[in-house]
């Protein structure tokens, strides 16, 4: 069985620490890849402050290239929104039996893992790996069996601060890829709207 992470997000846009975090995850968490599923709709924002589908997902395509055991995922953009974790992990188990699904996380989500629609499902059926995130404090000791915390590296970007730059004006090229900054310049992305 192929060890398949999902690192499920909306990408708006994708930067550095994205992809960092992958690189750790892959050793850390023993994994073969890693999918980067775009979200069309994250049940917990708002889809107006969402880029459109198409170019979120090309920025993720985008940002891996040059990265072979990362891949970014369209499989929700086919499925009703908004996008369900559980809905996409029974999915994505029924399309690809050879694969065994991880779900990655952020110690902010895990703190709201009960709000998640059918969280008891989840952890029934698939393995959870939590990576830190600023702010938020796990107890390893406290994870419920199936479920670990690994010690990736914290890495202090957000989406939100790159549209902020791209918004006032000031380089991102530090943040992001440089052809993701391209394709963000070339296309006028985020520099009315924060």
């Known amino acids: 069985m ?3 992470g999902i690192f499920g997000g909306s990408f708006n846009p994708i930067h550095n620490g994205h992809v960092e975090l992958a690189r750790q995850l892959l050793a850390s968490a023993g994994l073969d890849e890693i999918w980067f599923v775009v979200s069309p709709q994250n049940p917990f924002k708002r889809a107006a402050d969402l880029l459109d589908d198409e170019q979120r997902l090309k920025m993720v395509e985008l940002a891996l290239e040059g990265e072979p055991r990362m891949h970014a995922s369209d499989y929700e953009f086919r499925m009703p929104r908004p996008s ?5 992990l029974q999915s994505m188990s029924r399309d690809y039996p050879d694969r065994r699904f991880v779900l990655l996380i952020g110690a902010d989500n895990w703190e709201r893992f009960s709000e998640w629609y059918a969280w ?7 393995r959870i790996v939590i990576y830190p995130r600023g702010g938020s404090a796990v107890d390893a000791a406290s ?4 479920v670990s915390l690994v010690a990736t590296r914290l890495i202090d970007i957000s989406s939100t601060q790159v549209r902020q730059l791209i918004a006032a004006g000031r380089p991102i090229s530090d943040l992001v890829p440089d052809n993701v900054a391209r ?5 006028g992305l985020y520099a009315k709207k924060v």
């Open 2 to 4: 192929i060890s398949t």
């Open 120 to 126: 008891r499902d989840i952890l029934s059926h698939y």
């Open 183 to 187: 394709y963000i310049s070339d296309n």
């Open 143 to 146: 994870l419920p069996e199936g």
């Open 84 to 88: 369900y974790m559980w809905h996409t």
